[in-house]
């Protein structure tokens, strides 16, 4: 089993920054990377961005390119959320997953609150 706890959300106004945490623990030896999702009130979840372990290749939602960037700290199995110029449409609570061989997304937490005022 992989254990994953994020931390960091809170308030923060329009075009500011915030940086959320993930720390990975348990069998983190089967994992390849990690995720960082997003669910709005009455929306479905959606991907933000997703880092692996080795290598430290990233991709990026289109919301998410120019204004997020993960990061990741091997030793520490932990992975970082940095986002800036955030907008009231960043609002959601995100989710880290830990990720797979296969590419599923198979370990979740509970979830961080991000509020962007206007």
């Known amino acids: 089993q992989v254990q994953v706890v994020e931390s960091g959300g809170g308030l923060v106004q329009a075009g500011g920054s915030l940086r959320l945490s993930c720390a990975a623990s348990g069998r983190t030896i089967i994992t390849v990377g990690m995720g960082w999702f997003r669910q709005a009130p009455g929306k479905e979840r959606e991907f933000v961005a997703g880092i692996r372990w080795s290598g430290g290749s990233a991709d990026y939602a289109d919301s998410a390119k120019g204004r997020f960037t993960i990061s990741r700290d091997n030793a520490k199995n932990t992975v970082y959320l940095q986002m800036n110029t955030m907008k009231p449409e960043d609002t959601a609570v995100y989710h880290c997953?830990?990720?797979?061989?296969?590419?599923?997304?198979?370990?979740w937490g509970q979830g961080t609150q991000v509020t962007v005022s206007s």
């Open positions: 997953a830990a990720r797979l061989s296969g590419g599923l997304f198979a370990y």
